[in-house]
């Protein structure tokens, strides 16, 4: 199978996908919004080429992302007769992904430190 990112484009998708998984996001997730962010739209077939991912793996996790509302899709016609097939793209941009991705975090964060500060207040010397 044919890939489709040139050298620069694989540096470039590696350094992002790295990026997304340490904010959080699964590898898997990860490498389809790299796709989708590097190419700006593609068929589940650019998909593939793109990833590695097989079918079955990309159907589930586009149907994630966009329950999310970081993907959407557009059905495109063949030239020829047949069923059309879909086309996804970002609704977000990077900087509004980043943001989406953060506040959990901070929640979790504050969450933590509330805990923590509960903790001490509860050790008391006697």
């Known amino acids: 199978m044919k890939q489709i990112k040139t050298d620069k484009q694989d540096k470039v ?8 998984t340490n ?3 699964s590898k898997r997730h990860a490498l389809v919004i790299t796709c989708l ?3 700006k739209e593609a068929s589940v077939q650019k998909i593939i080429e793109f990833t ?6 990309i159907s589930v996790i586009t149907i994630e992302l966009e329950k999310n509302g970081i993907i959407n899709y557009t059905l495109s ?11 996804y793209s970002m609704i977000l941009t990077l900087d509004q992904l980043a ?28």
Do not use: C, F, H, M
């Not at 016609?77 to 086309?87: A, D, E, L, Q």
């Not at 964060?109 to 509960?118: E, G, H, Q, V």
């Open 13 to 20: 998708s590696n350094k992002l996908e790295t990026l997304l």
């Open 23 to 25: 904010a959080g996001v």
């Open 37 to 39: 962010l590097t190419l």
């Open 52 to 57: 590695g991912l097989v079918q079955p793996e």
């Open 77 to 87: 016609k063949t030239p020829s007769k047949g069923r059309p097939y879909k086309t």
């Open 99 to 126: 943001s989406k991705l953060e506040a959990p975090i901070k929640e979790k964060i504050k969450s933590n430190k509330d805990a923590i500060k509960r903790l001490k207040e509860n050790q008391k010397p006697n």
